[in-house]
């Protein structure tokens, strides 16, 4: 069975710091690793990765991805309270069978303490 | 610009009535999904849909039936509610063809008393 792994599961910071989540897969027919963070509503897309190497920038958030190793990261520097959220990560492949064509991590839970 | 529409965004059931949580988007896309997520879990796979007339069933499918006889449409029916089934529900949608994202609906939260 294919799977997307993130890590660590819940994470509690201050403000100003660096944080970096963690997502790793095994799957089959990979086409796309996606990066969503979700805050008691439906989850807002963030990245979406298909080169390795090549990092994808908005403000303080980056992400990047390593097709060999199968993992992406995502970075947030200067962490505000406005990050709490949960950041899902979920690939995307082709296939289909119980699991779908679009796979998701559990999710990091990001606490901003001020 | 709707993108992903999902009605209604809330409901109270009572234990073994029926309803249909309704998704339409206007994005011509061919794959949609619908998930469950329960207070502090992940997102579960309950039906997902490659084009109108085909549905598949995902990693949760019992008590839920589903349609797809458009491509903008994929309704959710729940029959016999039971508690079990007090959730957050989340409609998506994606274009197999072209790589990009999925785009979510604003979700439907339902309680089953």
């Known amino acids: 069975e294919d799977k997307v792994v993130q890590s660590p599961l819940s994470l509690v910071v201050h403000e100003g710091d660096t944080v970096t989540l963690n997502c790793s897969y095994e799957v089959t027919n990979f086409r796309s690793l996606l990066w969503y963070k979700q805050e008691k509503k439906a989850p807002t897309f963030l990245f979406m990765l298909t080169s390795s190497g090549i990092e994808k920038k908005s403000g303080r958030l980056s992400s990047i991805l390593d097709k060999k190793e199968l993992f992406s990261i995502l970075n947030i520097t200067a962490t505000q309270t406005g990050d709490s959220a949960v950041y899902l990560c979920?690939?995307?492949?082709?296939?289909?069978?119980?699991?779908?064509?679009?796979?998701f991590g559990k999710g990091t839970k990001l606490s901003v303490k001020p | 610009n709707a993108g992903v529409t999902q009605t209604p965004k809330f409901r109270i059931l009572k234990i073994g009535q029926s309803m249909t949580l309704q998704c339409a988007q206007d994005m011509n896309h061919n794959y949609m999904y619908w998930y469950r997520q329960d207070p502090g879990m992940g997102l579960k796979l309950i039906y997902y849909s490659v084009g109108a007339g085909i549905t598949d069933k995902g990693e949760v499918p019992n008590g839920y039936n589903v349609s797809r006889s458009t491509t903008e449409d994929f309704p959710l029916r729940l029959e016999l509610a039971a508690p079990s089934q007090t959730s957050v529900y989340f409609c998506?949608?994606?274009?197999?063809?072209?790589?990009?994202?999925?785009?979510f609906g604003q979700g439907t939260r339902l309680t089953v008393v």
């Open positions: 979920a690939v995307f492949r082709e296939g289909g069978g119980s699991q779908g064509n679009l796979i």
């Open positions: 998506a949608s994606s274009y197999l063809g072209r790589i990009s994202e999925a785009f």
